[in-house]
């Protein structure tokens, strides 16, 4: 062997010189192949979980078919409808005893009430009293609604009776001395072709001849309002019940969500809030224009609930939900996406969706053309919360409520 062929020989074989920069190297190379490994792990673990669930929602059938609408921009909220904390001036009554005082009335000085439970009740004081029930036991899941009852709106008649809307059992004629009940219409009952699924709430004539009420559905119930209000169909009416003859007879339809009623002063048209269009109906009942109707106050800041007459010659009216501007509105976004409604509803049920909803209450008071004149507000419901109705007597502001366990009292003077 030469010496050239040595030194290849020994080139070989040279031995290797171990540094920083290799260790580096082999360590980043280690590493990222644990990386590719975690990261296909990962991959493979995520469309393991997440596949089966898109199959799901590709397979089920959404509970509601919701129509694109169009709503305006809610108004700002300022000058009349400014922000404020004047509700929270309000007092809680009968706190963890009453559940769901959707609406008050009162003869004299006392108050009247239907609660969750398919109970008329009287307000006496700090104490209340059972004065009839509706439906049967038991109560308080949402399969035993339909049979337990849910008396909504509730009014006071000529000769001192109570007339209520059951959303359920229709509507009733209740001596509040006696405890006597007697049920005017049935719910349930085919009217025009179509059933009588969702009473929500009734006014009355001075002379106690005629009762109007609303049906807010004839395909959804009470204990599904808000499916309704998703799906935003326009299948609500506004009836007449004739005392004298026993008649129901369809007023108006084709209304989305048509929900309290209240009568004008002039007793030839009613005013009906449409929930789901944020905005107050004129319907005509009687006269030269009856079965006509037009706007009486379109795009409110909220969705208004019920409305009862204010001792300055308008209108209280309370929002179930409210479309803040500035802010967002989450109703009004999903308005225009149904495709975003159908895949909420196949995830959620009513009960969790309703977490989600601003606990903001208000209330505002609107006189002849729609105007409004004052507000009040509790913008985390912390005092006042869900209020479906207010009720004005003798100084005071009787705060109703759709889901809370309690009602609340607010001294207007004060406010």
Known sequence: MNETEGLRFRRLYRPQVITDDLQERQLKSSSTYSGKVFRVTLLSLGGFLVLPVLLVLLVLESPIQPEILSLSEPPVMMGCYEPNLKLREAQRMFEDQIVGPESIANIGDILYTGTADGKI?????????????????????????????????????????????????????????????????????????????????????????????????????RRDYLSLIMEATADGRVLEYDVESREVSVVMENLRFPNGIQLLPDEESVLVAETTMARIRRVHVSGLNKGGMDTFVDNLPGFPDNIRSSSTGGYWVAMSAVRPNPGFSMLDFLSQRPWIKKLIFKLFSQDVLMKFVPRYSLVVELHDGGVCTRSLHDPHGLVATYVSEAHEHDGYLYLGSFRSPFLCRLDLSKV
């Open 121 to 221: 009740l009287k307000l006496v004081g700090r104490r209340f009293h059972i004065v009839a029930r509706l439906g049967r036991p038991p109560c308080g899941s949402r399969e035993e609604e339909p049979s337990c009852g849910r008396p909504l709106g509730i009014r006071v008649g000529p000769n001192g009776t109570l007339f209520v809307a059951d959303a359920y059992l229709g509507l009733f004629e209740v001596n509040p001395t006696t405890g006597h009940v007697t049920n005017l219409v049935q719910g349930g009952q085919l009217v025009g072709g179509r059933k009588l699924s969702f009473i929500n709430d009734l006014t009355v004539t001075q002379d106690g001849r005629k009762v109007y009420f609303t049906d807010s559905s004839s395909k959804w119930q």
